[in-house]
């Protein structure tokens, strides 16, 4: 095989190689796929629903929507007209409501089945949640728990404040979650069955959110070690230039 191929071929399995790592950012939600939910005190009280498409971890998300308090109403709706491509959830005057979004692959129930994504690598994309919260009115607490099976769970309670008017990103490194009490051990993020975010509202409160992924420390483009890529990619394109260089011409002067 001539030189040249052979570094063209180097070339090719480098990039072949790095390019899942370039493309990094794991993706748990973009919202984009509609569903609305709605609860009031005349009924329904509580609502469920499941959706599956791109842009979902495991291709099905599961929404269950409660009812807390004893008058008003709430609804979430994601991918609707005042708010497309977001997760917006509204809780009514004088009401308290729970919203529960579940990644835990195609069961099509409120139930979460905790190894239902598969044993996901979630650190292959990063050590970190982000969540874009696009809107808020108050303070809210956003409960994530991460499944490795029904015994091995872990959870961290993000405290969103108040007044958030242009979008923002709240990062929760995986280090910061903390073994479920009623667990035997602590999730493996690099072996999780499913992933849920709970908004429990105990006060009205009307929330926007753009995004959830799984990012690294620099941002959602960070690239993992890019002096690596760079440097496997300037080696083969280097090698690709010898070969050229040498070429047909250079082999028939060695003969
Ligand atoms: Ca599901
Ligand atoms: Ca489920």
Redesign the pocket.
Same mark, same amino acid.
């Given at each position: 095989m001539a030189f040249r191929y052979k570094a063209c071929l180097f070339v090719v399995i480098a990039l072949a190689i790095c390019w899942p790592q370039v493309a990094s950012a794991q993706v748990i939600d973009t919202f984009d796929v509609a569903q609305t939910l709605n609860v009031q005190i005349s009924g329904p009280t509580s609502d469920f629903d499941f959706a599956s498409g791109g842009g979902i971890l495991g291709m099905e998300r =599961?929404v269950e929507l409660t009812l807390n308090s004893t008058l008003g109403d709430a609804d979430i709706e994601i991918n609707g007209t005042p708010q497309p491509s977001r997760l917006a959830m509204d809780v009514g005057p004088s009401s308290m409501a729970t919203g529960k979004v579940?990644w =835990?692959g195609i =069961?099509m /129930?409120? /139930?979460?089945?905790t190894t239902?994504l598969g044993s996901q690598d979630l650190t292959l994309f990063g050590d970190r949640l982000a969540l874009e919260v696009a809107s808020n009115q108050l303070a809210q607490d956003v409960k994530f728990t991460v499944w490795s099976d029904a015994n091995n769970v872990s959870e961290f309670t993000l405290s969103l404040p108040a007044m958030i008017n242009t979008p923002q990103v709240f990062e929760v490194p995986f280090a910061n979650f903390a073994m479920v009490p009623t667990a035997t051990g602590p999730a493996d993020f690099s072996d999780v069955g499913a992933v849920q975010m709970e908004i429990d509202a105990l006060v009205p409160n009307d929330l926007a959110f753009d995004l959830l992924e799984i990012r690294r420390p620099n941002g959602p483009n960070a690239i993992p070690e890019p002096t690596t890529m760079v440097l496997l990619l300037l080696s083969g394109f280097g090698f690709a230039m010898f070969g050229w260089r040498r070429g047909p011409g250079g082999h028939q002067l060695a003969r």
């Open positions: =599961d579940t =835990d =069961d /129930a409120p /139930a979460v089945n239902g």
